[in-house]
């Protein structure tokens, strides 16, 4: 699979110096859809209203995905994987519904989400001149900040208090632009329909990344609103026929993040740096609950969830390490950067302007390397308990502050979803807590040495898993009643604790606070008032023909579903239910090629020639899962939930259609096919249908 990885990425095209975009890239803002370019290319004409129905109808899933509505009763789609993790909170030791699958026939029979919160994008607005003005032009890096973050919490904080709405100010451009975004929030979420996860992840690790495919990720969701299920106007309506060969796409959904537009400091960096401590963190969290849930198959179910995730992630960083250690890559980022630095150059106003941008970023990142791994490893978040513990405790110190001068996540606008976050009523399990805290205060101290100011206030003299025993045996904060009465206590019933796991949190918050200052005065401050200057200068050279970085905030991509040339061969644009029985039976059904009884057993009753999963060229990445893929007509014609292995290294750029870059979807006939003659689902069927249910 390197090898093809290499191939594809060897050949890309390069970004081209005028910066204009080519092929089906881009992650477009819904204010800056590329109109003229897809009216030109595809001779379809975007509306205005075509835009705000897609826009009302996309959903940001909470627990990282996307989704959308697909009824005009709350029906929420979106991907089993997506929403693993709710489904796995759903389960009892008694009633393994990831394993099992689940379908609701009747409302009445829906489960309802302990924590799952869904947003969608209402209205946004331009705020950018408001937040820059805001600061001095005398201004330090660090006061220049703390302005912006002022005025960026006091416009969200008007915002909410007018509309009810949740706003966020939204950073594009590497701090460019700013967008006030109002979304309409829904915590109210209840589980309709989930497949067993076998056959949504056939093939497990072994196909993640691949193509061809067989998977049925899909899980379905409904909103509700005051008891009842909500009233979604804005829905998209569910295409019979699917995806065609050749046929243009969209996909709406939310990206989560990528570096395009990064300096060559910065991606050196993720090379040298970041991405292989990166990778340490992930691996150490992945074979902390590899080891525990081979303790037993109830260790195994509820480890699962997190277990894949970080799967998923360590598979995803590899290729795109992979594509910068190579040579190539890295070549195009340095002739995209020198092309805008010639332009800054040869225009005396730029390079006044602009042409220091460049090496203040350079300034600030090298003296990154020696602190960034006391950034990844100071922390306790790998610990859902101690997480909390942590953010309680911070939360104590934040809230005697004015707003303004609060951390971001702490501004009043946002302090309803940091507490109903706090206060889920998903299980916890002790065991798996401790062997969590345990394996991650020993990683921390392999990491950065017996003597680390975080471990030495971490670990107390003791052990780090007998220090994780006592503070999870000890704790009340499984209780969500406990996390509340702290949190209503105040700072006073914070420190007042004598709970273990809060007595944790309140010694290495020193050290927290400490580190976070250090990035956000050295690091942070920097690069977002150098990176507004090189965004200046990228504006003033060619126009808003670009697109910003993925936030995971809501995005429009394009393509259209085909196949492509691997090697020798040629790969098709679709797979087929015969592909899946093929692919079992050639692996003896053994794991994880094993088919779920009731699609072993129910083979008889499909039509083995409908479409299952197929391809299409959209610039897609994570967070983008669950984005449904839709026609000209904003019809579901499937489902986004992988890319292949030649797409990865496109977190850095851009890897053309032309050398195999491919998303992944679930076909919409292949869905209604599943459900219907193996789930006997006629009821939701008929919802996406439109015929009621």
């Known amino acids: ?55 009302l109808a996309s959903a940001r899933v909470g627990d990282g995905g996307s989704g959308s509505f697909v009824s005009p009763d709350g029906l929420l789609f979106t991907n089993q994987h997506v929403g693993r993790g709710q489904v796995t909170k759903l389960s009892t030791p008694q009633r393994d519904l990831v394993k099992e699958g689940f379908y609701a026939p009747t409302r009445q029979d829906e489960l309802k989400c302990p924590d799952l919160e869904v947003n969608i994008l209402v209205s946004y607005e331009d705020v950018t001149r408001r937040v820059l003005g805001a600061v001095n032009a005398s201004a330090t890096d660090t006061d220049a900040a703390a302005a912006r973050r002022a005025e960026m919490a006091g416009i969200e904080k008007e915002c909410s208090a007018s509309t009810g709405l949740k706003c966020e100010v939204i950073t594009l451009y590497s701090g460019g632009e700013y967008w006030l975004y109002r979304n309409k929030k829904y915590t109210d979420l209840r589980l309709v329909f989930a497949p067993e996860e076998q056959i949504a992840y056939f093939g497990g690790d072994y196909d993640n990344f691949t193509y061809p495919r067989w998977n049925f990720d899909i899980t379905f969701f409904r909103a509700y609103e005051n008891g009842q299920p909500a009233k979604t106007a804005h829905y998209l309506k569910w295409s019979k026929a699917g995806a065609g060969e050749g046929e243009l796409i969209f996909t709406p959904g939310y990206p989560g993040s990528t570096a395009r537009l990064l300096t060559v400091a910065q991606i050196r960096y993720q090379r040298d740096a970041g991405n292989p401590i990166q990778m340490q963190v992930l691996t150490s969290r992945r074979d902390a609950l590899v080891r525990y849930a ?19 992630s360590i598979k995803r960083l590899v290729g795109q390490q992979d594509g910068l250690m190579n040579p190539r890559i890295f070549k195009k980022k340095e002739d995209e950067e020198a092309a805008l630095r010639a332009k800054v150059a040869a225009n005396p106003e730029w390079l006044k302007a602009y042409a220091p941008a460049w090496d203040q ?105 007998a220090l994780a025993r006592q503070v999870i045996s000890g704790t009340t904060l499984a209780d969500p009643a406990a996390r509340k009465a702290l949190v209503e206590g105040g700072a006073a019933a914070i420190q007042a604790s004598s709970d273990p796991l809060i007595a944790l949190a309140r010694r290495v918050e020193p050290v927290i606070r400490e580190l976070r200052a250090w990035q956000e005065e050295k690091i942070q401050s920097v690069e977002v008032r150098a990176g507004q200057k090189i965004a200046e200068a990228r504006f003033a050279a060619y126009g808003k023909s670009a697109y910003p970085d993925a936030n995971f905030n809501l995005r429009l991509e394009y393509g259209t579903v085909l196949g492509y040339e691997e090697d020798t061969t040629l790969v098709p644009y679709k797979t087929t239910f015969f592909g899946l029985f093929e692919r079992a039976a050639a692996f003896g059904e053994k794991p994880p090629f094993q088919l779920p009884a009731r699609w072993r057993d129910g083979r008889s009753k499909l039509d083995l020639a409908t479409p299952y999963n197929f391809v299409y060229t959209a610039d897609t990445i994570g967070g983008n899962s669950g984005s449904p893929v839709i026609n000209r007509d904003a019809e579901i014609c499937g489902i986004n939930f992988d890319s292949n292995i030649q797409k990865l290294p496109n977190r850095y750029m851009y890897i053309d259609e032309a050398e195999g870059s491919r998303a992944v979807g679930v076909h919409s006939a292949g869905i209604i096919e599943g459900l219907r003659k193996l789930y006997g689902a006629d009821a939701l069927v008929a919802e996406l249908l439109g015929s009621g249910r």
């Not at 290499?6 to 095209?13: E, M, P, S």
């Not at 037993?296 to 799967?311: D, I, V």
């Open 1 to 55: 699979m390197r090898r093809l990885l290499f191939a594809a990425v060897i050949l890309a095209v390069a970004v081209s110096a005028s910066l204009v975009v080519c092929a089906d890239e881009g992650m477009w803002t819904f204010d800056n859809v590329p109109r003229a370019l897809i009216s030109q290319k595809y001779g379809f004409d975007i509306t205005d209203q075509w835009l705000e129905h897609v826009r």
């Open 294 to 312: 081979a303790l037993g198959p109830e260790q195994a179910r509820r480890a699962s969830a997190g277990r894949l995730g970080l799967e998923n």
């Open 361 to 465: 970023i350079a300034g600030a990142y090298a003296g990154l390397p020696a602190v960034a791994k006391r950034l990844a490893f100071s922390n306790l978040t790998p610990s859902r308990l101690a997480g909390m513990a942590s953010t309680i405790v911070r939360y104590g110190d934040q809230m005697q502050r004015p707003g303004a001068q609060r951390y971001p996540e702490f501004n009043d606008a946002r302090l309803e979803g940091l507490r109903f976050s706090l206060f889920s009523t998903a299980p916890v399990y002790a065991d798996m807590e401790e062997a969590q805290l345990a394996a991650w205060l020993e990683e921390g101290r392999r990491a950065l040495g017996a003597d680390d100011p975080f471990i030495k206030a971490a670990l107390n003299d003791q052990a780090p898993a």
